[in-house]
């Protein structure tokens, strides 16, 4: 009896955990590979490339 207890548990819990880990995966992908996240990450890129310039004139501003 004890351990028919201790494979239904197992059975339940692993059942639980790959259903949390699907769910997480999927939802993760969505959030990632999403279209809205894609253009905000080229308006950050276009952002960084901005920040760059700035940084190297002022440097080279400094170093006059």
């Known amino acids: 009896m004890?351990?028919?207890t201790?494979?239904?548990?197992f059975i339940?819990?692993?059942v639980i955990l790959a259903a949390t880990v699907m769910i997480t995966s999927v939802g993760l992908?969505?959030?990632f590979l999403s279209p809205s996240r894609t253009g905000?990450?080229?308006?950050l890129d276009s952002y960084g490339q901005v920040a760059k310039a700035g940084l190297v004139a002022y440097s080279q501003k400094?170093?006059?």
């Not at 201790?6 to 548990?9: K, L």
């Not at 905000?40 to 308006?43: G, K, L, M, V």
């Open 62 to 64: 400094i170093g006059r």
């Open 2 to 4: 004890f351990t028919n």
């Open 29 to 31: 992908t969505d959030a």
């Open 40 to 43: 905000q990450q080229e308006r």
């Open 12 to 14: 339940r819990n692993y």
């Open 6 to 9: 201790n494979n239904t548990q």
